[in-house]
C-alpha cells in the first residue's frame, strides 16, 4: 500500500511557475513509476507527466511540453513537477498516482488513467491570466 500526498499547489499568474510535490509512504518507492494528472472543472481528469522508477525516461502530454518538468529523488520518497510558463487553461486539481512496475520489464512509460493503482488527494492549482 502506498500513500500519496500532494503539495505546493496554489495561485500564480500567467506566466509565472509553480513546483508541485508528492509524498510517498513506504520503503519500495524506487519500485513505483510516478505520474502527473490534472482535472478542471467540468472535465475529465488528464494525463500530464510520468516518470519511471530511476527517472531515466519520461512522457509528457503535448499541452505541457517544454513547460513543465517531472523529476523524483528516491532517497526522499518524493516526485516533483515544476511548472514553468503558465497558462490559465493549466488551472485544475493535480493528482500524483503510482504503480509498481517492478515486474515490468518493457521499459515502457505509464500514461494511463487506469494503470495507475494509487492516488494522491490532489491540489489545486489557479492561474489567473
Known amino acids: 500500500q502506498v500513500q500519496l500526498v500532494e503539495s505546493g499547489g496554489g495561485l500564480a499568474q500567467a506566466g509565472g511557475s509553480l513546483r508541485l510535490s508528492c509524498a510517498a509512504s513506504g520503503r519500495t518507492f524506487s519500485s513505483y513509476a510516478m505520474g502527473w494528472f490534472r482535472q478542471a472543472p467540468g472535465k475529465e481528469r488528464e494525463f500530464v507527466a510520468a516518470i519511471m522508477t530511476r527517472g531515466g525516461s519520461t512522457n509528457y502530454a503535448d499541452s505541457v511540453k517544454g513547460r513543465f518538468a517531472v523529476s523524483r529523488d528516491n532517497a526522499k520518497n518524493t516526485v516533483y513537477l515544476q511548472m514553468n510558463s503558465l497558462k490559465p487553461e493549466d488551472t485544475a486539481v493535480y493528482y500524483c498516482?503510482?504503480?509498481?512496475?517492478?515486474?515490468?520489464?518493457?521499459?515502457?512509460?505509464?500514461?494511463?488513467?487506469?494503470?495507475?493503482?494509487?492516488w494522491g488527494q490532489g491540489t489545486q492549482v489557479t492561474v489567473s491570466s
Open positions: 498516482a503510482a504503480v509498481r512496475v517492478d515486474l515490468d520489464y518493457s521499459g515502457r512509460v505509464y500514461t494511463k488513467i487506469y494503470e495507475y493503482d494509487y
